[in-house]
């Protein structure tokens, strides 16, 4: 889990350094990736071939290892992970300066890991080929997965990721961060629902240094880290329409129902989607439902 305090900011590795170097960080930064996703992430013109090659050089070097993917249609697909070695070869890599390594000691260890967090990477690979395709700025070391933040009484809330993403126009540029939560419909709605609650509560919690009397100037303890309180946004996957729909308005009736929430929506954007939607149409169409109600919206107008 990274903390916030040391991951405040976004920054990458230069286009201009090699590719195995990039991927290596890459690696790092979202923990596990297949060959594809690595590819759309680092080099989406490039081919896969060059990719695969770098790959298993590293593996050949003892760098990164990969485990094979259950597949229907019985192709191989790999997900690459680093090795403790990898993990240790990129611990001083500026882009990954305060974020601390978390290498996989086994295919084993790796399958336990797969499934979420290869959701979690599509759903930023969704946004930068948006990016790219909108002439925003978002890449791989905009997306911070596993960032976690306390909320007092020695509880933490953890985002699967934070995104950065600035829109640029012809005369103006709009950073906008947002709360990352992927749900592939493995917990309970409820329990789903309940990380709103955790999130209200970040809003709130203000931190006091350990002995000194609480002072009405300290203000809440997410302004350490964020200029305004990032957009909340839900993406959902894993079951029928009908059953993500449900849970979308089981979230919505958590903000009309639980006091600490309903204030949070009141001033913090909270929205839902399906993640096969912004696939399909981009994340900046009109696929995000806002949890107050409403029509669909892009996630940047909820």
Do not use: C
Not at 103 to 132: E, W
Not at 249 to 263: E, F, G, I, N, Y
């Amino acid at each position: 889990m990274t903390s916030p305090a040391q991951r405040a900011t976004p920054t990458g590795v230069p286009p201009s350094e090699p590719l195995r170097l990039q991927v290596l960080a890459a690696l790092a930064q979202h923990r596990i990736a297949t060959t594809t996703q690595l590819r759309s992430m680092l080099r989406p013109a490039g081919t896969r071939q060059l990719m695969s090659r770098v790959l298993n050089k590293l593996r050949t070097d003892a760098f990164a290892d990969s485990t094979v993917l259950p597949n229907a249609n019985r192709s191989r697909t790999h997900a690459w992970y680093l090795t403790p070695e990898g993990a240790r070869l990129t611990r001083d890599l500026p882009a990954l300066r305060g974020r601390p390594p978390y290498p996989i000691t086994s295919a084993t260890a790796a399958s336990l890991k797969t499934t979420h967090t290869l959701t979690v990477v599509r759903a930023h690979l969704a946004f930068a080929a948006d990016a790219r395709r909108l002439g925003h700025e978002h890449g791989p070391w905009d997306w911070t997965p596993e960032v976690s933040h306390s909320i007092g009484e020695g509880e933490r809330v953890m985002a699967d990721a934070v995104m950065h993403y600035t829109v640029t126009g012809p005369d103006h540029r709009q950073k906008l961060r947002a709360f990352i939560e992927v749900d592939r419909t493995t917990m309970s709605s409820e329990r789903l629902a309940v990380k709103l609650i955790e999130y209200a509560r970040l809003f709130q919690y203000e931190s006091q240094p350990v002995g000194r009397r609480r002072t009405s100037t300290a203000g809440p303890a997410w302004l350490r880290w964020y200029p305004v309180f990032p957009r909340v946004l839900f993406i959902l996957t894993g079951a029928s329409r009908t059953r993500l729909d449900n849970r979308i308005s089981d979230l919505q009736a958590m903000v009309a129902q639980h006091p600490l929430v309903a204030h949070l929506a009141r001033e913090v954007r909270l929205g839902a989607a399906i993640l096969e939607d912004i696939e399909d149409h981009g994340p900046a169409q009109a696929v995000w439902i806002p949890l107050t109600g409403g029509t669909p919206q892009p996630w940047t107008d909820l």
